[in-house]
């Protein structure tokens, strides 16, 4: 089955950086690839995804890239500010007419200091 | 339109116990995919429901069950209990074949088994 891949586990940054994490997956039949932001004690909430078509999405101070060839794909946060703190989890699935699963990646704790 | 909500909040069982867990779906949507995220890990995949029919399973055992109702919410049952099975018990809706691939996670039901 499909294997997500995800680093680092851990990052800090000051308040105004730029954070990168990147993701591997190992089914080259994966095409949607989601990006969710968990702050503690709360749902995972979606704040970004991509599908295979595409090789980059960026919504304001947010950006996602896309590697079919390498299969990666990386989540860039620009001009971080303190509210982006939390843990980031990456995600990969095989989207098709009728169903599909997303398999996770294990997170990345982002710490922004201000 | 109503985002996707789970009940109860927390829940503590003893070992060999039963439980059930419940999610209300999102306002026009028809698929609830179950996760099973432990501490510290992103989560994973148990099942989907799409018209009242369990459609995709992951790597969890039989005793590990669920409903879909007419009305799109669903519900998780779990069999003689272990305390491995403590863990935040997420629900995700989406809209299965309407072109779009999100899924919006609920609260989560946190389950201690002791």
């Known amino acids: 089955g499909e294997n997500v891949e995800q680093h680092p586990s851990t990052l800090s940054v000051q308040e105004g950086d730029s954070a990168v994490i990147k993701c591997t997956y190992s089914d080259s039949a994966s095409n949607y690839f989601p990006w969710y932001k968990q702050e503690l004690g709360k749902r995972p909430q979606l704040i970004i995804d991509?599908?295979?078509?595409?090789g980059e999405k960026k919504d304001q101070r947010i950006a996602v890239t896309l590697n079919k060839t390498a299969k990666h794909f990386s989540l860039h946060i620009t001009e971080t500010q303190p509210e982006d703190s939390a843990v980031y989890f990456c995600a990969a699935s095989i989207y098709n007419r009728s169903n599909y699963k997303l398999t996770f990646g294990k997170g990345t704790l982002l710490t922004v200091n201000p | 339109e109503t985002g996707v909500t789970q009940s109860p909040t927390h829940l503590i069982k003893t070992r060999g116990q039963q439980v059930t867990l419940r999610c209300s779906s999102q306002?026009?949507?028809?698929?609830v995919s179950w996760y099973q995220q432990a501490l510290g890990q992103g989560p994973q995949f148990i099942f989907q429901?799409?018209?009242?029919?369990?459609?995709g399973r992951g790597n969890f055992p039989p005793r590990f069950s669920g409903l879909q109702f007419p009305n799109y919410s669903s519900e998780l049952n779990v069999n003689a209990l272990l305390l491995g099975d403590s863990a935040l018990y997420l629900c995700a809706s989406s809209s299965t074949g309407a072109g779009t691939y999100e899924q919006y996670f609920g609260p989560g039901t946190r389950l201690t088994v002791t």
């Open positions: 306002s026009g949507h028809n698929t």
């Open positions: 429901y799409y018209r009242e029919e369990e459609n």
């Open positions: 991509i599908r295979s078509n595409v």
